[in-house]
């Protein structure tokens, strides 16, 4: 009951319109309790400026994951800087790169908010960009990625239909940012495709021992947890150097300086393809194979990555990963004492601004 109760109270004063404070929300796609959770501690940390601003968690009903459970993490919390909205709309492949019945609850929310934030997650359907389902995709939750790509293509239009007048044209300053999953949508959603599992696609590799061998600049996850070697629950990130290109957000933007190539914790099997309308590349792998960052050529605000800047074990020297049956990681220490410290940091404080300079608008 409570969780109707809340998303009604927002959609009245979403509807509303009344003044400047409706207009300072940041929007969060998949806001499950976890997600709100590392948002929150980002903000705790001092390293994401939310001064000022509501966070609305936004999702379709038929998602997998069970939002009563992020209602409840709400009103433990009493985290009333959080609240839900449900999008209330028949989506699917044939409907979500046009206008549908999502589209003025779209709109609303894009004329209500400053910006909006993109997680990671499971693997895309690969109907959405008209591939093949490769036998390594595991699609799990199709109703998050209808309704998320859905969005970002209302906001940036794509090469699936010329026509479309990207509702950024009216705030090119808006905020759109995308981790790991969230990068591939902004991708896909401007009609780009996916590398389906870059071990066998890219390197031609089948099995997690021969992935275990290669250089740690070739490994985008720690393939350790598909060995099964009877211990419980090896972590999937991995640590490895990004290659940075030159003038683009990411080394201009975010006061970044250092020569050194930074080391990103990564979790994924697959990654973009062929760039979707509007995009240039901001990073890559150091073998160039991968893409590892994206910004926007038109809107300054508008950029992804593909690995995951938002890990709490980054800057919470309490939490312990094990890295395989032998032995544990601690993710800050092993960049702490490192310029890619300060290039974690200097990426949420960047977020952080653009979210404050667009209130000034």
Known sequence: ???????????????LNLSSRA????????????????IQNLANEGLLSLN??????????????????????LDEQDARQFSLRAIQADLGP???????????????????????LFMGGPDI????????????TSVTDPFRHYV??????????GKQDADWKAFMEDDPDYLVSGICLGMQSMNVATGGTMIQDIPTEVYGLWH??????????????NYNDKLNRGCEGPTSYHFHPIKLEKRNLLTKGIGFRSKEAPIVLSSHHQAIEVL?????????????????????????????????????????????????????????????????YIFHIAYWKQVGAILQKNRTR
């Open 23 to 38: 207009q300072d929300t940041l929007l969060l796609f998949h806001p499950t309790a976890y997600n709100f959770e590392v």
């Open 276 to 340: 979707g309308m509007g995009w240039q590349v901001a990073a890559s792998s150091m073998d160039e194979k991968i893409i590892e960052a994206i910004t926007h050529e038109e809107y300054p605000h508008v950029f992804g990555v593909q690995f995951h800047p938002e890990k709490p074990g980054l800057f919470d020297p309490s939490i312990e990963h094990k890295q395989n049956c032998d032995s544990t990681i601690n993710f800050q220490e092993a960049i702490e004492s490192s310029d890619s």
């Open 1 to 15: 009951m409570r969780i109707h109760l809340r998303i009604l109270c927002l959609s009245i004063l979403l509807s």
């Open 208 to 221: 997690a021992e021969e992935v275990l061998s290669l250089p740690a600049h070739q490994m985008h996850r």
């Open 125 to 136: 359907p690969p109907s959405l960009y008209k591939e093949a389902i490769h036998l390594l």
């Open 148 to 157: 998320e790509i859905s969005y970002l293509f209302h906001l940036l239009g």
């Open 52 to 73: 000022a601003y509501h966070v609305l968690g936004v999702y379709h009903p038929n998602e997998s994951y069970d939002y009563a459970r992020a209602e409840a993490y």
């Open 94 to 116: 044939d409907n979500i790169y046009e206008k549908n019945g999502a589209t003025s609850q779209f709109r609303r929310l894009f004329e209500n908010s400053r910006g909006a």
